[in-house]
């Protein structure tokens, strides 16, 4: 996506609808623009229709049934819905919930509700590669242990979690597996069934469809997943969430899911390629590169790279016109560095200089290219300035030196 100067490399924060997408959204505004709770006459049976349409694309892409499929206002609803229903639902059975440090605020600022309200929540730690150990989450399953939420892919890194083993381990103790699928459905193969998973969490905007529609994946059967509604009103989404529905933006959810299902095969492998293609081009022309993330286990379209001895702030005036990331979009406001990449290890400085570079449907590897040129241009600038580039050329460890503190 590239206008006058700019070029947009920030798909895993949010994407354009895609065209065709939009086509089918258009007459849901103003021809068919009935309530899909509407049973009394054919405005609503026709949005009803539209609706039904859009729940089997959506459930289609993870082999779900459409009725497993809960509409919400987006991903962030339906990780509060997911943790916070299935906290409340099972309250008698135990209040232990387990999760991880590296996943997003929507999970963890629920999770601080959670133990606000009584519940004990366990978040395991990563290894340098943003991978949970499998004994370590293990070790943390205790009798009162009611639900783990792992998320599927890092907004941040991209990193995959392995979230086959992770269903597994939980489908064996009787303890239900939610995952926070945002970035990974409809970019890399999705089983429910084969993966054990019994809630998931989704959103429209991720893969090319309209900003503030998601869904819930509540499994119905073997085991019957329930879940405490969180906003109650007429019962509907099976009473798991009241309110009118959004019916153009679920069309429009509908026809994205559809479109990334069929052609998600070859886009990953052409959004892999060209970002191997940028990938390689930094490691060889900048030294010190660091990739940040197993490289093995992630999506195909997320890059995040730091740059030693280079403030990430500076980078990203220095890139101005090119949309990319330094830390998470919900937390780039602060000055902090990313909590992501500090949970695996990296110390502030090479936190702070890291960028987020995601490829999607309409990226070009001439804007890759330029991309390259630019990043390595302004990293040999900030670096010709840097007192400790110039120590570190000389052979000097900085780690061994002792600053004076006035």
């Given at each position: 996506?590239?206008?006058?100067?700019?070029?947009?490399?920030?798909?895993?924060?949010?994407?354009?609808?895609?065209?065709?997408?939009?086509?089918?959204?258009?007459?849901?505004?103003?021809?068919?623009?009935?309530?899909?709770?509407?049973?009394?006459?054919?405005?609503?049976?026709?949005?009803?229709?539209?609706?039904?349409?859009?729940?089997?694309?959506?459930?289609?892409?993870?082999?779900?049934?459409?009725?497993?499929?809960?509409?919400?206002?987006?991903?962030?609803?339906?990780?509060?819905?997911?943790?916070?229903?299935?906290?409340?639902?099972?309250?008698?059975?135990?209040?232990?919930?387990?999760?991880?440090?590296?996943?997003?605020?929507?999970?963890?600022?629920?999770?601080?509700?959670?133990?606000?309200?009584?519940?004990?929540?366990?978040?395991?730690?990563?290894?340098?590669?943003?991978?949970?150990?499998?004994?370590?989450?293990?070790?943390?399953?205790?009798?009162?242990?009611?639900?783990?939420?792992?998320?599927?892919?890092?907004?941040?890194?991209?990193?995959?979690?392995?979230?086959?083993?992770?269903?597994?381990?939980?489908?064996?103790?009787?303890?239900?597996?939610?995952?926070?699928?945002?970035?990974?459905?409809?970019?890399?193969?999705?089983?429910?069934?084969?993966?054990?998973?019994?809630?998931?969490?989704?959103?429209?905007?991720?893969?090319?469809?309209?900003?503030?529609?998601?869904?819930?994946?509540?499994?119905?059967?073997?085991?019957?997943?329930?879940?405490?509604?969180?906003?109650?009103?007429?019962?509907?989404?099976?009473?798991?969430?009241?309110?009118?529905?959004?019916?153009?933006?679920?069309?429009?959810?509908?026809?994205?899911?559809?479109?990334?299902?069929?052609?998600?095969?070859?886009?990953?492998?052409?959004?892999?390629?060209?970002?191997?293609?940028?990938?390689?081009?930094?490691?060889?022309?900048?030294?010190?590169?660091?990739?940040?993330?197993?490289?093995?286990?992630?999506?195909?379209?997320?890059?995040?790279?730091?740059?030693?001895?280079?403030?990430?702030?500076?980078?990203?005036?220095?890139?101005?016109?090119?949309?990319?990331?330094?830390?998470?979009?919900?937390?780039?406001?602060?000055?902090?560095?990313?909590?992501?990449?500090?949970?695996?290890?990296?110390?502030?400085?090479?936190?702070?200089?890291?960028?987020?570079?995601?490829?999607?449907?309409?990226?070009?590897?001439?804007?890759?290219?330029?991309?390259?040129?630019?990043?390595?241009?302004?990293v040999e600038r900030l670096r010709a300035m840097s007192p400790l580039w110039e120590m570190v050329q000389e052979g000097i460890d900085l780690k061994s030196?002792?600053?004076?503190?006035?």
């Amino acid at each position: 996506m590239t206008d006058q100067q700019h070029i947009y490399l920030d798909y895993a924060a949010t994407c354009p609808v895609d065209p065709a997408v939009l086509q089918h959204m258009l007459p849901f505004f103003t021809e068919h623009f009935g309530n899909a709770a509407s049973r009394t006459h054919a405005f609503g049976w026709e949005a009803e229709e539209a609706v039904s349409r859009a729940r089997a694309q959506v459930a289609a892409v993870i082999g779900a049934d459409a009725k497993e499929i809960a509409f919400t206002s987006g991903a962030t609803e339906a990780n509060n819905l997911a943790l916070k229903g299935v906290a409340e639902f099972l309250k008698d059975k135990g209040n232990h919930v387990i999760t991880v440090v590296t996943e997003h605020k929507a999970i963890l600022d629920t999770g601080k509700h959670l133990e606000r309200n009584g519940a004990e929540v366990t978040y395991l730690s990563v290894g340098s590669d943003g991978l949970v150990s499998m004994q370590a989450l293990a070790d943390a399953i205790r009798p009162e242990t009611v639900l783990v939420s792992v998320m599927f892919a890092n907004n941040e890194t991209g990193v995959v979690q392995p979230i086959a083993e992770i269903g597994a381990l939980c489908r064996s103790k009787g303890i239900m597996f939610h995952t926070d699928a945002v970035q990974a459905y409809g970019k890399v193969p999705i089983d429910v069934n084969e993966m054990n998973i019994d809630l998931m969490s989704i959103s429209a905007h991720k893969i090319y469809g309209p900003k503030g529609v998601g869904a819930l994946y509540v499994r119905r059967r073997r085991p019957r997943v329930r879940i405490a509604p969180q906003i109650h009103g007429g019962g509907h989404e099976r009473g798991n969430r009241s309110g009118t529905l959004n019916v153009p933006g679920i069309v429009g959810f509908g026809a994205a899911a559809e479109l990334a299902k069929t052609s998600m095969a070859q886009e990953a492998a052409r959004t892999l390629e060209l970002r191997e293609h940028l990938r390689t081009r930094l490691e060889a022309e900048i030294p010190d590169t660091i990739v940040n993330g197993s490289l093995e286990q992630r999506l195909p379209g997320t890059l995040n790279v730091s740059f030693a001895y280079v403030e990430g702030e500076s980078l990203l005036m220095g890139l101005k016109g090119i949309a990319v990331s330094s830390g998470s979009a919900c937390t780039s406001a602060s000055l902090e560095p990313s909590y992501v990449l500090k949970a695996m290890g990296l110390d502030d400085e090479l936190a702070h200089s890291s960028l987020r570079i995601s490829v999607g449907r309409f990226t070009t590897r001439a804007e890759l290219d330029s991309v390259a040129d630019r990043i390595r241009d302004q990293v040999e600038r900030l670096r010709a300035m840097s007192p400790l580039w110039e120590m570190v050329q000389e052979g000097i460890d900085l780690k061994s030196i002792e600053w004076a503190h006035h």
